[in-house]
C-alpha cells in the first residue's frame, strides 16, 4: 500500500462539488487517509461563498471570503478535485476561484487537481483550470495535475476510495505537488 511520504507541508484540499458524498469529494478524503505527517485540511465553505461581485472586494470583506483566504495563506500547497457540469467547472468552484484573482494568498501557490471523470475526461475543466489559476497568480504544479478515472463503486460506504492502484496514483500526484512546495 502507497502512502504519501511524511512531510511537515500544510495541504489545502479544496473539492468543486457540493454533492454530499461526491466522488470528488471522496478523493481528497482519501488524500487526508494517506497523509501520514502532512497537515491536510479540507475546505468545506464552497456552499456558503457569495457571489463574487469586485465591488465586494473590499474591507470589510464577508467573512465566507475571509475565511477562504486564511486557509489559502496557510497552506503550503492547493489541490482541487471538481466534476466538469455542462461542459465546464461548476459555477460555484469558479466562484471560489473568483475570489482568489488578485489575492496575494494564492500567488505563486503550488497547486494541482485530480480529475477523476470516467466518461470524457473532463477536458474543458482541465483546460478551464489552467487559465483560471494562472490569472490567480497560482503556481500550477503540472506534474501534479492528473487524470486518475474513478468509477462510482470505487468509493466504498466509508466515503473512501480503497483500491490500491488508485491510491497509488493519488498518492503519486499528491507526492509531485508537495515534492513542488
Known sequence: MHSIPATPRRLLLICGSLRVGSSNEAVL????????????????????????????????LPQPVIDLRARIAAADAILFSTPEYAGAMPGSFKNLLDWTVGGVEIADKPSAWINISSTNGASATHESLTTVLTYTGAKVIEAACVRIPVPRDAVGSDGLIDDVGLRDEIAAAVTALLNAV
Open 29 to 60: 478524503r482519501t488524500v487526508q487517509t494517506m497523509s501520514t505527517e502532512a497537515a491536510t485540511y479540507l475546505y468545506d465553505g464552497l456552499a456558503r461563498l457569495p457571489h463574487f461581485n469586485p465591488d465586494d472586494d473590499q474591507d470589510p
